[in-house]
């Protein structure tokens, strides 16, 4: 359970660090596809910034998603070696799914983009856009992934171990 703790609290400091770099790097459209209509439609015309920087953002981007993607591997791998049957498996990538989705809307949805405004900084003329305030503008996309994720950590769980024998 360490292992799996000590991995969840690494890919959250890399998420949040990730989160507070790539303003200088995305896109608009990269940035703000997540972010409520009203949003998107203020920081349309929003310059993006140069082709080399934006290259490099895609870059960290797909690093990103490489890392995480490590990290269940790993957290896979390691549970194989310690001899983990389907359950412990699927308990181990439920605990990191579920912990990480909890960081998710506390910390990034909730702290930094909602209560911080932190992308205003980087988007001025979003400023007066009702969607800043509205604690629940991915609310439907959450309670989704919350619903889907026993069924994956099984599906993973269940990968895992086809792939260890």
């Known amino acids: 359970m360490m292992t799996t703790l000590v991995a969840l609290a690494l ?61 269940l591997c790993f957290l896979g791998a390691d549970g194989l070696r310690r001899g983990y049957g389907f359950w412990l498996l699927f308990g181990r990538y439920m605990l990191f799914m579920y912990g990480y989705k909890l960081f998710d809307i506390l910390v990034q949805d909730q702290m930094l983009v909602i209560s911080g405004k932190y992308f205003v900084k980087f988007y001025p003329e979003t400023r007066d856009c009702r969607s800043w305030d509205d604690r629940s503008f991915n609310t439907k996309n959450q309670l989704i992934r919350l619903f889907a994720f026993p069924f994956v950590c099984a599906l ?8 260890g024998k």
């Open 11 to 71: 890919v959250c400091l890399l998420s949040l660090a990730y989160m507070l770099i790539i303003p200088y790097f995305a896109s608009t459209g990269m940035l703000m596809r997540f972010l409520p209509q009203d949003i998107r439609e203020a920081a349309k015309a929003h310059s993006d910034p140069p082709v080399g920087r934006r290259r490099f953002g895609y870059l960290l981007t797909a690093l990103a998603l490489a890392g995480y993607i490590g990290v």
């Open 156 to 163: 993973m769980a269940w990968f895992t171990l086809l792939i």
